[in-house]
């Protein structure tokens, strides 16, 4: 009895991960940022990327014991548009000394 519905759920079970995947990947407003100075602080992080738009909000992952940064952080948009040009433009470039990667943030 796997017919058509065995094989049929398959492909739309793999459709729907594609068009999940996608529609998250280009309608997201959230960067990960990667690659940042043990010293960098929110405020930094804010300013740098605040000259591509309206930001929401900016957090950097610390440790939950000792308090230091973990090296890598967010930055939330107002749009899909403003985190879209910061990446950008951003990707790749110096800061605080350190050489950052942007990616759009994703749940997993």
Known sequence: MRGLNGGGASV???WSILAR???ARH???KLFVGGL???TNEPVLKDAFGRHGEIIEVKVICDHVSGKSKG???VKFTSETE???ALKE???QLLD???IRLEFAHKG
């Open 83 to 85: 985190a879209s040009t």
């Open 90 to 92: 951003m990707d790749g």
């Open 37 to 39: 100075c043990y010293d």
């Open 12 to 14: 739309w079970r793999k």
């Open 27 to 29: 309608s997201c407003t």
């Open 21 to 23: 995947n996608s529609w």
């Open 97 to 99: 000394g350190r050489q």
């Open 72 to 74: 890598y952080g967010f």
